[in-house]
């Protein structure tokens, strides 16, 4: 696939977000409001694969971690202004114009898609069409991969697998801080800012000193420690000790975050990037909806603070095994950084 097609479908998923995003105000009830959300979500399937392939092919393996740095501080930025301005308009206007308005930016977001990089040129009568046999061929070339790359593959779905416990304690966030610890709307609205700016400053420090942390310092320290905030939010019981861990947890999220998607980026070829990220993708979808469903059904049975606190101790573990994999003396090969 080539740089114009890339970009085309980057620009047709943003607008197909834009469009569906517009049309929820318009949504006779919520039946309607969930179709349009599976709609987004699958429109963010299409997205997620063809931009990670296509920063890895523009940003040179020498500057990936500090860009991926950089790019964690413009997230985190977002976490902290988005909300605001959502809620001063929704305050101010309307829930409608709030989303027409968000809309709108998808639709800007497309149209700043046409400053990017062209310069690849590919023959596109070589490009396959999309059928079923080719289908099955992707997945024999990602099984080959996983095969030819172990080592690779177990660090990023170790990863993926340890992610999925903090995916599933986000879910049950709003309820755990409110109906367990008994914080507020407005106490809520402050943590998640909290958390923001604590992932923004430690995005600015990494973007200032990415070429002196190693990548394997990056992972390691940044998967332990963003758990370590997590287990402390787990067993938190006021607003201080809660602060403590969203603190934590949001200042090495951006560290585990930036060094795991430059080693994904060094490690699969960009030939095959897209569809491994798919499957990948696919993989993890199945397993979070599996853990939230088993999450809602131990909810019921036991109380959300064992729940909760239980995900964090076999996270926290999970953790501890997964930098032990990364440090290991004999793989230092698969973090050296080239150029660096």
């Not at 992610?163 to 966030?173: A, G, R």
């Not at 199945?286 to 603070?305: A, E, P, T, Y």
Request: glycine share 6%; charged share 10%; net charge positive.
């Amino acid at each position: 696939m080539d740089y114009r097609s890339k970009r085309k479908i980057m620009m047709t998923t943003y607008i197909i977000r834009g469009v569906f995003i517009s049309l929820i105000p318009l949504a006779p009830n919520m039946v309607v409001v969930y179709g349009i959300l599976v709609v987004l979500s699958i429109a963010n399937s299409f997205f997620h694969p063809v931009s990670t392939t296509y920063l890895t092919i523009v940003v040179p393996i020498e500057k990936r971690k500090r860009f991926n740095s950089i790019r964690s501080f413009a997230s985190s930025g977002a976490f902290i202004i988005g909300p605001a301005i959502g809620g001063a308009m929704l305050f101010s206007l309307s829930y409608e114009l709030t989303l027409w308005f968000n809309a709108m930016l998808f639709v800007v977001a497309a149209l700043m898609l046409l400053l990017l990089l062209e310069k690849e040129v590919i023959d596109k009568s070589q490009i396959p069409a999309l059928t079923l046999p080719q289908v099955v061929s992707d997945f024999t070339v990602v099984k080959d991969f996983v095969i030819a790359n172990r080592y690779v593959t177990a660090v990023y779905l170790g990863f993926t697998m340890v992610m999925l416990f903090s995916f599933t304690m986000d879910t049950q966030e709003v309820v755990f801080t409110q109906r367990v610890i008994g914080l507020s709307e407005i106490d809520y609205s402050l943590l998640v800012s909290i958390r923001g700016i604590g992932s923004m400053c430690s995005a600015i420090l990494l973007t200032i000193f990415s070429t002196k942390i190693s990548l394997r310092t990056m992972i390691s320290t940044g998967l332990i420690m963003m758990t370590i905030g997590y287990v402390i939010y787990a067993f938190s019981w006021s607003f201080l000790s809660i602060v403590i861990g969203f603190l934590i947890l949001g200042f090495f999220n951006v560290f585990l975050n930036a060094g795991i998607m430059t080693f994904y980026q060094n490690h699969v070829p960009v030939s095959v990037m897209g569809r491994v990220t798919s499957i990948y993708q696919l993989l993890q979808s199945i397993m979070q909806v599996i853990f939230i469903l088993g999450v809602g059904v131990l909810g019921d049975v036991l109380s959300l603070r064992v729940v909760i606190a239980s995900l964090a101790i076999v996270m926290l573990v999970t953790s501890v095994i997964y930098a032990v994999l990364v440090l290991r003396s004999d793989k230092k090969r698969f973090f050296v950084e080239d150029n660096n």
